[in-house]
């Protein structure tokens, strides 16, 4: 949304016409670049309908995150169960991952032996 609102602000400036504010201080040089009346008036009117759009799609999009209907204490809350539960899949995650150490080391003390078992027969 910035960007269109910088585009659009960047389109203005370019592509406005020179217009009289005082009588006494004529135009000298007009913009060259400037686009016709109601081709730049078009514009605008193209360029407010996308803004106010855009606008509206944001609000719809805010509108639809979860919790928004809900207090900020209650928002809070929700985040301090949230944070007591990832503490607890990461505490099941470390068990876990120490249950499979210990497992690992066990599989390959047993292709030692296998192996040690298997060399003396060959011997």
């Known amino acids: 949304m910035a960007r269109m609102f910088t ?4 389109y203005v400036h370019e592509k406005s016409s020179m217009v009289e504010l005082n009588e006494e201080i004529p135009i000298s040089q007009p913009k060259i670049q400037a686009d016709a009346a109601e081709v730049f008036q ?13 606008a509206k799609e944001i609000d719809a999009l805010i ?3 979860p ?14 169960s949230l944070e007591i539960e990832n503490r ?7 068990k876990a991952v120490g249950e499979m150490e ?8 047993s292709l030692r032996l296998i192996a040690d078992e298997q060399s003396s027969l060959v011997k």
Do not use: R
């Not at 585009?7 to 960047?10: A, C, P």
């Open 63 to 65: 509108e639809m995150l």
């Open 7 to 10: 585009n659009s602000i960047h």
């Open 67 to 80: 919790g928004i209907d809900q207090t900020e204490e209650d928002q809070m809350n929700i985040l301090q």
């Open 102 to 109: 210990k497992v690992k080391a066990q599989i390959n003390q």
């Open 42 to 54: 078009d514009n605008m009117k193209e360029l407010v309908a996308d803004l106010v759009n855009k």
């Open 88 to 94: 607890e899949a990461n505490e099941d995650f470390g």
